[in-house]
Nanobody
Framework: QVQVVESGGGLVQTGESLRLACAAS????????MDWYRQPPGKQRELVAG???????NYADSVKGRFTIFRGGTENLVYLQMNSLKPEDTGRYYC?????????WGQGTLVTVSS
């Protein structure tokens, strides 16, 4: 069973940066795709950024140029570098890992951006 754990959330002011980390464990295989989603208060969960095992990346329009997703030292460790944060970036950020067609969610990490 794959376990997904996020970390790195916190309270920051507008314009500051945060780096989130997502680690997937419990498998000897490289995770195929790792995505970051977020759920703002009172809204639906939305895709923020994703990266494939081949290092192809995609981003929501709202974060392009500000957020960067990249892999860490191991295949199943991914970071989300968030710069120039805005209040509308506030929400719980979830990591989703896909392996052989199955998707695994973490518990999320809370990001709050004050104005």
């Amino acid at each position: 069973q794959v376990q997904v754990v996020e970390s790195g959330g916190g309270l920051v002011q507008t314009g500051e940066s945060l780096r989130l980390a997502c680690a997937a464990s419990g498998t000897i295989f490289s995770i195929h795709t790792m995505d970051w989603y977020r759920q703002p208060p009172g809204k639906q969960r939305e895709l923020v950024a994703g990266i494939t095992v081949g290092d192809s990346t995609n981003y929501a329009d709202s974060v392009k140029g500000r957020f960067t997703i990249f892999r860490g030292g191991t295949e199943n460790l991914v970071y989300l570098q968030m710069n120039s944060l805005k209040p509308e970036d506030t929400g719980r950020y979830y990591c989703n890992a896909e392996l052989f067609g199955k998707r695994y969610w973490g518990q999320g990490t809370l990001v709050t951006v004050s104005s």
